[in-house]
């Protein structure tokens, strides 16, 4: 890298704002050939906005782009390919039933007589290129068979094919194991000699110090700072993120845990590809204490939360709550067990966003005799227990006849947290239960599981968060491929843990725990 | 399909796959045994085929298999009931009946309107568009194809003005469902109505009670050179219309397009992840237009060969409900034009047998005008689960 | 969607409600119900006899006069207390048509907007009625001798039960093999007609030996009619099915919105992972929805057939189309129970008002006018499978109202990228 190179690509001065709400205010930005730059922040502080902009996504209210020193206007996704533009999706956008060379060459398909398909030269193309930057994918796999990380590398691929010079890696690492986020690294060096502009986006502080030769800082829609990496420490990176020394702390005693409430044996699930995704784990949560099941994405603990609920059928294995058997026998089953379960996504499973949230409050015990009886509901008790749960759990932005939808979501949240705790379960699977909340419900929400298990409650928090899973749980479980690979005190190193996630090696993990995006709620 | 996943069976071992398919074929070999023109007149080799043809999707379905094998017992004991009716039935009358070069001619004369209509049903769906409208956009093609080749004198330009009309009511149904992001099944739906007032409207206020003149310039049948007239072959395909060989020509060009073309690529992404197709720069909506006219306009061409080829009159809701035949025909056929013609000619000679039944017993004949239905019901309930729609269909496209 | 757009959703819902109701559909239907109520259906009723209005004027017709003529058509004249003499009489005959047409609207329309709330789509409130008028009829006619009351409740009765299996079988496939119900039941309608056709077709096993040329069914019993309340019973005078149409209306809202199996419905009808979360048998839910469809429209045919039909033509079989005019009055009636009672009155007037019987054809052709209802029956349809339309306009008219329309950077950037996405692309 020449420290002096002028920029490959300038954002000066971006604007971006949704109706009231800036999204991004007079952000600059800049990379140059043959650099990595970090753009760094929590989630909500206006990075993901801000590459929208430059691919063409969204329109700036104001600013401008220059690409090697010329104004670009790019108002859509094609002009910034030919801008030489590309983008590594944080989801990535790839058709699932077609092949890596298909996916690779979309919209831009080698072809001859009249537009049929060229896949050989296409093929051909896809090894040239993922041999020179050692990216190993087979063009004719099918997308939705291979792993996550072959389809990021799929998405890069897909870029240079393109003649990215300039590529955008959105939170690359989130979904990778250890093993994978080495490999990006060493792909992003090749691409680094060859003259690539690297930005690379993140909120992982540990990363940003492996990988970038420069990092900004955004926060709340502004640029904080731009710094070199040598010099930057992981205490200064997060004093300019959050823009005060936070350490995520929650005041808790020692567990005392009694008899076993929940008792997972020898568990088989098959996930919706008929695959063995839960492979003859076994696991106990007492009474009084939260056991935290960490581990990375896709190990197995949908289908194991699923299988707990009620929701999945295992294939083998017992689930006993409290001595009584409920494996494959329903949610119905579970519920009356004393299973109580706060979804991991609460638009998906967890609300109904067109009932009012009193309907929401009952979705749990509506068949109780405390809600309905012989068939009918009991309207009037169901509105009064809506509104004391309400009061209760500090719901702000709607009353008992407030539809679900227009909550924000952290009180969308605590709709869910006081729908579930209200049933006084037994067993509580809190399933990434402070996903994408600010910091104020984080906290309220842990507090709470803490405060639950406290009553005596067995709970069993299931994340993906290192700092929520050292900071709430009496336990930690860590889960990998199906089965738990190690059991840890909270007390765990953070290196101790990545190794039993990943089944070998280290990982990076967040440093600040699930961090605040709450913040354009103003 | 069969003979691939027969093929995908690793040799030496038992597929309860394949034995469920073994079964099929033989509760199907019962009942034809007993048909023209083996007609075997008793039914014991009958009941043995279909007994064997339930004990084999009895083992499909404890092995797993159970919708094949489900299928295999069904038709075990339809194939049986049948052989006990055909054996009891008269030999004349059997053979009139079952003529099969005359069954197969019907065959294709029902099956050519249902293969345009599912030929334009799969681009929709495979741009990602449900076309429920298909029906409307059938009925559309069947009076604009007649009344043009009224006006303008010539059945080119009357399906020239039909492919025009679906294509427009194609147009309204693509607008409400792409730009306005209407429920596509009910969106269809209006769209079905719509062309049911529109089509009655004009054709009232045009032709009065009255109807289509006698003498329209119809689509000419093709007279094959090369056969014999009077064999088999003569009488099956020596005869058929111009538009049933062009549509059966269609099934291998849209084949290749959309599996071997860039553009069939493009369709295809945009049906499955329209937010990938459009962060690779392609036009999403633009294409989705272009999808659902076109499937308008071949539906339309599906009811005017009714009307212009077929027929050479038009009626009040003259297609009965064939473009959602062709609905099923294109979930059937999995979304694909070989599959689709398959399914076509499936429910196109059900139509035929309809059609020849009442031989036996009129009044019974009438409640064989159902079995078209019927079968494409079983049908449908057979074939789900097993076949994957394109992800995005039914889902309008937000841009970000 | 990232949390992070989530929240901003959040945001932009606070800050203008209109225009994020227009990005999100959970949000937009909370908005219809929680403001649009009303003016929204009107909207699209008045929108589409103004396009229906200009086909009239397009093919050479005064559409203000069509449609003064088939309002006096309808009878609703009656309501007018300067109406007087002859033109009061024959108004008070038009209204009992039109009240009788709407009775059996009521109740297809239930057919279909109890479906709509479990997230179903009942194509098949025509075969649910055919099977239901076939099974009235035959119950009808063949039990003469009874006491009314209970020859009437019989044949109700089993209608209901005949329409109820009839849908049934669309929500069990619905439920235990995935077949989509809009397949099911159009298939089902078909089988239905064919198999009326057979059995009161020339010779066919319920016909009505009596008029062996006629292809149609026995007469129903004296004890099977239902009683005229209102007009001449041998003019078809208004019967009481409309106080049981009403009553089953009363039935439906009670059950959707203080039942759990309502409640379950609902759920099941706006998320059926949560309501499967939530421990709900999501396929029996279909299937018992269903039910409840068929056996309403079956209690349509049943009193049309003891009502004021009495008997039942093959071709009248063929040509019905009550059971899709269903669809119409349930969506314009949002699928609640005021409002299909509402929007049944509308088409039933319709129906009425454009009858050969009742439209003075020196201004319009009656058999025209049959299918500009189907027209406005499908434009209404169409209108209402996108609330974007109604809520456009009610938005403009709001900024008008307000003297200020706010400038919406979002929309015209929407527009713009769209259009930059359509013409940039193929090489």
């Known amino acids: 890298m020449e420290p002096d190179a002028p920029p490959v690509l300038e954002l000066r001065g971006i604007t971006k704002k949704f109706g009231s709400v800036v999204a991004n205010d007079r952000v600059d930005f800049d990379v140059r050939s043959g650099e990595v730059h970090a753009l760094l922040g929590e989630n909500g502080a206006g990075k993901s906005t801000l590459m929208s902009v430059l691919y063409g996504l969204y329109k700036p209210t104001e600013g401008e782009i220059f690409v090697d020193g010329k104004p670009a206007e790019i108002d859509s996704p094609a002009t910034a390919i030919a801008l030489g533009i590309g983008m590594v999706h944080q989801h990535f956008m790839l058709v699932p039933v077609m092949t890596v060379a298909e996916n690779i060459v979309l919209g831009q398909e080698p072809s001859r007589g009249g537009g049929l398909l060229d896949l050989g030269a296409a093929r051909a193309r896809v090894r040239e290129l993922s041999d020179r930057y050692g990216l190993a994918v087979d063009p004719d796999a099918v997308i939705e068979d291979v792993s996550v990380g072959a389809q990021q590398r799929v998405e890069i691929l897909r870029a240079l094919y393109r003649g990215a010079r300039i590529l955008v890696l959105d939170e690359p690492t989130a979904v990778l194991t250890a093993q994978e986020v080495r490999e990006l690294v060493s792909v992003l060096h090749r691409l680094k000699e060859d003259g690539t502009g690297i930005v690379f986006i993140t909120h992982k502080l540990a990363e940003v110090l492996e990988v970038a030769d420069r990092i900004t800082v955004l926060r709340r829609g502004k640029r904080v700072d731009t710094v070199p990496r040598q010099g930057a420490s992981e205490r200064s990176l997060a004093r300019l993120v959050v823009g005060r020394d936070v350490v995520l702390s929650l005041e808790k005693t020692a567990g005392r845990p009694g008899e076993p409430l929940l008792a997972v044996e020898e568990l088989h699930v098959r996930d919706d590809r008929e695959l063995e995704a839960v492979a003859g784990l076994s696991l106990t949560v007492r009474a009084g204490e939260i056991v935290a099941l960490a581990g990375v994405d896709g190990n197995g603990q949908h289908e194991l939360v699923e299988a707990i609920t009620g929701l999945r059928a295992p294939e083998s294995g017992r689930i006993s709550v409290a001595g009584r058997d409920i494996a494959g026998r329903g949610v119905r089953a579970a519920t009356d067990a004393g299973v109580a379960h706060i979804a991991e996504d609460r638009h998906r499973r967890g609300l109904v966003l067109p009932f009012t949230l009193t309907e929401n409050l009952a979705l749990r015990e509506y068949r109780k005799p405390l809600l309905s009886a012989l068939g009918w509901l009991r309207l009037r008790l169901m509105r009064q227990r809506a509104g004391r749960l309400l009061r209760e759990y500090d719901v702000r932005g709607g009353d008992t006849d407030t539809f679900a939808s227009s909550l924000s979501g952290g009180n969308q949240q605590k709709v869910c947290v006081a729908r579930e705790i209200a049933s006084d379960p037994k067993v509580l699977i809190a399933h990434q239960p402070t996903r994408g909340l600010d910091v104020g419900a984080i906290e309220f929400v842990h507090r709470r599981l803490v405060a639950e298990r406290d009553a005596g409650r067995a709970i069993l928090l299931v994340s993906l968060e290192y700092e929520e899973v050292r900071a709430v749980a009496d336990r930690i479980l860590v889960i990998y491929e199906g089965k738990i690979a190690g059991e840890f005190p909270p007390e765990a190193t953070e290196e101790e843990l990545g190794i039993a996630m990943t089944g070998a090696g280290k990982t990076s993990m967040s440093f600040l725990a699930s961090s605040p995006d709450g913040e354009l709620e103003g | 399909m069969s003979a691939g996943a027969i093929a995908a069976v690793p040799a030496g071992t038992v597929s309860p796959r394949r034995v469920a398919i073994t079964g099929i074929v033989l509760a199907v070999l019962a009942w034809v045994i007993t048909l023209p023109p083996a007609l075997v007149r008793t039914p014991v080799p009958s009941v043995i085929l279909g007994i064997a043809a339930v004990a084999a999707g009895g083992f499909a379905v404890a092995a797993g298999e159970r919708r094949p094998g489900v299928g295999a017992i069904a038709l075990g004991v339809v194939g049986i009931a049948g052989a006990i009716l055909s054996t009891r039935a008269g030999v004349g009358n059997l053979k009139v009946v079952f003529t099969w070069s005359a069954l197969v001619a019907a065959a294709l004369r029902y099956a050519t309107p249902l293969l345009f209509a599912a030929l334009g049903g799969i681009i929709s769906e495979r741009s990602g568009v449900i076309n429920i409208g298909l029906e409307g956009m059938m009925l559309m093609g069947c009076f604009f194809g007649i009344w043009g080749a009224d006006v303008l004198g010539s059945w080119v330009l009357g399906l020239l003005v039909a492919a025009v009309a679906g294509g427009l009511l194609a147009l309204v149904h693509a607008v409400f469902s792409i730009h306005l992001r209407a429920n596509q099944v009910v969106s269809g739906t209006g769209i079905n109505f719509l062309a049911l007032g529109i089509t009655g409207y004009f054709f009232t206020a045009h032709y009065g009670p009255n109807g289509t003149p006698s003498k329209i310039s119809q689509v000419p049948n093709v007279k094959l050179p090369l056969i014999q007239h009077d064999g088999f072959f003569g009488a099956a395909i020596g005869d058929a219309n111009l538009m049933t060989w062009l549509g059966i020509a269609l099934v291998p060009l849209l084949a290749i397009f959309l599996f071997r073309t860039r553009w069939g690529l493009r369709l295809r992404a945009v049906g499955e992840k329209p937010r990938a197709a459009d962060t690779v720069g392609l036009p999403v909506l633009r294409i989705r237009y272009l999808a659902v006219v076109v499937s308008g306009m071949l539906a339309a061409l599906g009811g005017a060969y009714l009307s212009v080829a077929f027929v050479g009159s038009f009626s009040q809701d003259m297609t009965e409900g064939r473009g959602f035949i062709a609905l099923a025909a294109v979930i059937f056929g999995r979304w694909r034009p070989l599959g689709a013609l398959v399914a076509t000619l499936v429910f196109g000679f059900s139509s035929a047998l309809a059609d020849r039944l009442p031989q036996f017993s009129q009044t019974a004949g009438t409640l064989f005008q159902a079995l078209p239905y019927v079968l494409t019901l079983v049908a449908v309930a057979g074939v789900i689960g097993r076949s994957r729609p394109p992800a995005a269909s039914g889902i309008p496209y937000v841009k970000e | ?427």
């Open chain 3, 1 to 427: 969607m990232s949390p992070e757009d989530e929240e901003l959703e959040v945001e932009l819902a606070g800050d203008e409600h209109v225009e994020a109701a227009l990005r999100s559909p959970a949000r937009l239907n909370a908005y219809v119900r929680g403001l649009g109520g009303a003016v929204v259906p009107i909207l699209t009723t008045v929108i589409a006899f103004v396009v229906a209005g200009l086909v009239v004027l397009i093919t050479g017709h005064d559409p203000l006069s069509t449609y003064k003529a088939v309002f006096n058509g309808t009878g609703l004249n009656w309501l007018f207390p300067w109406i007087s003499g002859s033109a009061r009489t024959t108004a008070a005959l038009e209204l009992q048509q039109t009240l009788i047409e709407t009775t059996a609207l009521i109740l297809v329309g239930l057919a279909v907007a109890f479906a709509f709330r479990a997230g179903l789509f009942n194509i098949g409130g025509q075969g649910q009625y055919t099977v239901g008028a076939i099974v009235a009829v035959w119950i009808g006619s063949s039990l003469s001798g009874m006491t009314p009351v209970l020859h009437i409740t019989l044949a109700i009765v089993a209608a209901a039960l005949a329409g109820a299996a009839w849908a049934g079988i669309a929500g069990v496939l619905k439920a235990t093999l995935g077949v989509h119900e809009v397949i099911s039941t159009i298939m089902l309608n078909w089988i239905a007609v064919w198999l009326g056709v057979y059995l009161f077709q020339l010779g066919g096993p319920l016909q009505d030996p009596a008029q062996s040329s006629v292809p149609v069914s026995k007469t129903i019993a004296a004890s099977a009619k239902l009683p005229v309340f209102w007009g001449n019973p041998n003019l078809q005078g208004l019967d009481i099915g409309i106080f049981i149409a009403l009553a089953l209306v009363v039935v439906f809202g009670v059950i959707i919105n203080r039942t759990r199996l309502g409640y379950e419905v609902r759920a099941v009808g706006f998320n059926p992972d949560a309501a499967s979360y939530a421990g709900m048998n999501v396929g029996r839910s279909y299937v018992k929805v269903m039910l409840f469809c068929g056996a309403f429209a079956g209690v349509a045919a049943a009193l049309d057939i003891l009502g004021w039909k009495f008997q039942l033509f093959t071709n009248d079989i063929q040509a019905s189309q009550i059971g899709f005019l269903g669809i119409a009055v349930a969506l314009l009636g949002r699928n609640t129970a005021i409002g299909t009672v509402a929007a049944a009155l509308l088409f039933g007037s319709l129906l009425t008002g454009t009858s050969e019987r009742n439209l003075d054809p020196t201004v319009f052709d009656p058999n025209l006018a049959q299918y500009l209802t189907y027209m406005i029956q499908g434009l209404i349809v169409l209108l209402v499978s996108t609330d974007l339309i109604a809520l456009r306009v009610l938005r403009s008219g709001r900024g008008i109202a307000v003297g200020l329309r706010r400038r919406r950077p979002d929309r015209a950037e929407a527009a713009a990228s769209a259009d930059g996405a359509s013409t940039g692309g193929t090489p």
